[in-house]
């Protein structure tokens, strides 16, 4: 039916079948893609994608694709051994591992391990449309100009995102860019910016605080007079919650850290996710 | 003595930290006592087994209700229930050891877990949900403690009697006409509510760690039942203070923190009890 109904738009081969791992790349691969490409977007918008792992039905639609979009930088553990499974008959791209700017984490002893939310800086994003045209293109090669045409209009909107996020960051004194965090997936964010972060747990959602961590973010938030606090969506804010009794700060609101919100949530993409969070930190970090 | 003072009193100045040091205690009292029937029952393996049957409890009560602690605590506690009566009645009821019943329960009642959670629209953490962490405990998270902790001591105080012959001599309990059944089947509803409780507040890793090892450590030193009751709530006390101390001072995760503090009062015991360690029966061949 779908390869009717594009026929029926006007293309003449069917569409590709793109599969993706990370919600923000589901829409990367539509706006590029646009009638040329069926995106499957695996991991919904809202579920969290350090505990996702795959269905059956999951690994048949992955095998079936002629191209397969993961976030990359470790964060899709399942990918290496589906990969060594040879259960994908189409390219595998991890699309984290290509972009520009790949932050290593602080504090841990050098081990080189990297940090895996990298679209949270936008510039990053701009790479990946850059990523998934020529992969596409690639692959269909008769309509490069199509998919160059769509992946310049998406990262020219990105390009005003830009702009816009740096003027709303700008109302904020440096002394007030402390972001703390229930974990620590906005480095990339906090480097374009000049953020400092503080999560509470690691950088996965698993990782556990322990009462040492816990006593010197209770300092700093009094030392600093930090106004708010931040949760993620898809995390348990219990924690956070004690941090906010303690020490008399807000809970600043929810930002969206691991993909795009659920629909209905008001950050369903990219662009209004990423107002969503920068309008968040900001209101609440610039209260009196 | 001001060293002192910032080694033992000092972390308390946090709110976090004495709410944390409290649940433990109060769950530790309860849970000292009940670890001893358990392990004397050898149903020392129960609580890990119960840990995994919640599951579809709490993910039925997060479709239906949310995140609401009580939904939550509720949800948990109805699955926990179910597992241990179920196989406390199946035990009686077919040919089937109640061990063995309990372990078949508990891993159908995971696998309903996973298939449930599997099956839901967006996939919050709900593990996170389902344990907590002994640094994030609330005001309700303790009310809920106090109370399932004085039912368990006053169930103690009341029931001592039939208690100590169930627990000791089920057989001729129930042949000189004791409700032993009854007594069976109280004392595993206690151990549920107590579990759940805990796994909420504390974490699984806490919550198991108190309800076993300092009743397996005072089974190493005592013989008489009242005694071995109060050294295991002894230990399950000191455990829980140097626990979170060092949790506190060294940045360790505080749940396991604490467990390690137990393990190894759990090892000294084992190695060095005058009469039942293991270098006294190196050293004079057999059990004393």
């Known amino acids: 039916m779908l390869l009717v109904a594009a026929r029926a738009a006007g293309g003449g081969a069917p569409p590709l079948n793109v599969v993706t791992l990370n919600s923000v790349l589901t829409e990367v691969a539509r706006e590029v893609g646009a009638d040329a490409v069926h995106v499957t977007g695996l991991v919904r918008p809202g579920v969290d994608p350090h505990t996702f792992s795959p269905t059956p039905a999951d690994i048949r639609t992955l095998a079936d694709a002629d191209l397969v979009l993961a ?49 949270h800086s936008i510039s990053n ?17 008769e309509s490069a100009a199509d998919f160059a045409r769509n992946a310049a209009r998406f990262q020219g909107r990105l390009a005003q995102l830009q ?25 990339y964010l906090a480097h374009d910016y000049g953020f400092e972060v503080h999560p509470v747990n690691g950088l996965s959602t698993e990782s556990e605080a322990d009462a040492k961590h816990l006593a010197s973010l209770v300092d700093l938030i009094r030392r600093q007079k930090v106004r708010s606090v931040f949760v993620e969506s898809s995390a348990n804010p219990r924690l956070v919650e004690n941090l ?19 629909a209905g949530s008001g950050a369903e993409d990219y662009v209004s996710m990423y107002r969503s969070n920068i309008a968040t930190i900001v209101d609440g970090l610039s209260l009196p | 003595m001001s060293a002192l003072h910032d080694l033992l009193v000092g972390p308390f100045a946090y709110e976090f930290m004495r709410r944390g040091l409290l649940s433990a205690l109060i769950l530790g009292v309860s849970g000292g006592l009940l670890g001893c029937v358990l392990v004397l029952r050898r149903l020392a393996l129960m609580g890990d087994a119960l840990s995994h049957s919640l599951l579809p ?12 602690t009580a939904a939550l605590f509720f949800g948990g506690l109805i699955a926990g229930l179910l597992t241990a009566l179920g196989s406390a009645l199946l035990s009686r009821l077919t040919r089937v050891k109640e061990d063995a019943a309990f372990g078949s329960l508990f891993i159908l009642f995971f696998a309903s877990g996973v298939a449930l959670i599997s099956a839901l629209p967006t996939r919050v953490n709900l593990v996170d949900f389902l344990f907590g962490n002994v640094l994030g405990v609330s005001t309700s998270d303790l009310r809920l403690a106090l109370a399932v902790s004085g039912l368990t001591v006053g169930a103690f105080v009341v029931f001592y009697r039939s208690i100590l012959l169930e627990t000791f001599d089920p057989v001729f309990n129930r042949a000189t006409g004791g409700h032993g059944g009854l007594v069976h089947l109280g004392f595993l509803t206690l151990t549920v509510l107590n579990l759940v409780a805990a796994m909420q507040t504390m974490g699984i890793v806490l919550a198991l760690g108190l309800f076993l090892l300092p009743a397996v450590s005072a089974y190493l030193w005592c013989d008489r039942f009242a005694s071995m009751l109060l050294t295991s709530v002894s230990m399950a006390l000191a455990g829980s203070f140097v626990g979170i101390l060092v949790s506190f001072h060294a940045g360790v995760a505080s749940g396991a923190a604490i467990v390690l503090c137990l393990g190894a009062i759990f090892l000294f015991s084992a190695l060095f009890s005058p009469r039942y360690g293991a270098i006294r029966t190196l050293r004079h061949g057999g059990h004393g």
């Open chain 1, 71 to 119: 976030s990359g930088l470790s964060i899709e553990a399942y990918v290496d051994r589906l990969v060594a499974g040879s259960v994908f008959g189409g390219r595998v791209v991890r699309v984290g591992d290509r972009v520009p700017l790949v932050l290593s984490l602080p504090g841990r002893g050098g081990s080189g391990e990297r940090d895996p939310h990298w679209w």
């Open chain 1, 125 to 141: 994003v701009i790479a990946a449309a850059e990523i998934v045209r020529g992969e596409l293109a690639r692959l269909r090669p």
């Open chain 1, 163 to 187: 702009s816009w996020a740096a003027r709303e960051v700008d109302r904020l004194p440096p002394g007030r860019r402390l972001l703390v965090t229930s974990h620590d997936a906005f480095g």
């Open chain 1, 244 to 262: 906010l009794q303690e020490t008399g700060a807000r809970m600043g609101g929810r930002l969206y850290a691991d993909g795009l919100g659920a």
């Open chain 2, 57 to 68: 409890g709490v993910a039925a009560a997060w479709l239906l209700f949310g995140t609401s």
